[in-house]
Nanobody
Framework: VQLQASGGGLVQAGGSLRLSCAAS????????MGWFRQAPGKEREFVAS????GRVTSYADSVKGRFTIDTDNGSLQMNNLKPDDTALYYC?????????????????WGQGTLVTVSS
């Protein structure tokens, strides 16, 4: 069972990126999906999640209004990127219907994809 995150890259402040999360080995259609990020020297932090039904989404305050997670395997659309968004982004899957955003609630993790936002 693997999750593969992709779509990271280098972008100027104000630009956009779309991160994707591909699953192999099993279907995650009944799993909640989430994104976390980890900047150098900092702890991994919650970014966004979507319930398995797709009806409930949750966002960190720092990305509300700029990032959107959708039901396309939990893809993350990131708009109006800021230098503070620079981090390694991880996708994850949770058996919980509506995870609150703690790393311990997620059962499967992908490798990170690097997002770098230049000022």
């Amino acid at each position: 069972v693997q999750l593969q995150a992709s779509g990271g890259g280098l972008v100027q402040a104000g630009g956009s990126l779309r991160l994707s999360c591909a699953a192999s080995g099993r279907t995650f259609s009944t799993y909640a999906m989430g994104w976390f990020r980890q900047a150098p020297g900092k702890e991994r932090e919650f970014v966004a999640s979507i319930s398995w039904s797709g009806r409930v989404t949750s966002y960190a305050d720092s990305v509300k209004g700029r990032f959107t997670i959708d039901t396309d395997n939990g893809s993350l659309q990131m708009n109006n990127l800021k230098p503070d968004d620079t981090a390694l982004y991880y996708c994850a899957a949770s058996r919980l219907v509506r995870p609150a955003g703690k790393t311990s609630e997620f059962d499967y993790w992908g490798q990170g994809t690097l997002v770098t936002v230049s000022s």
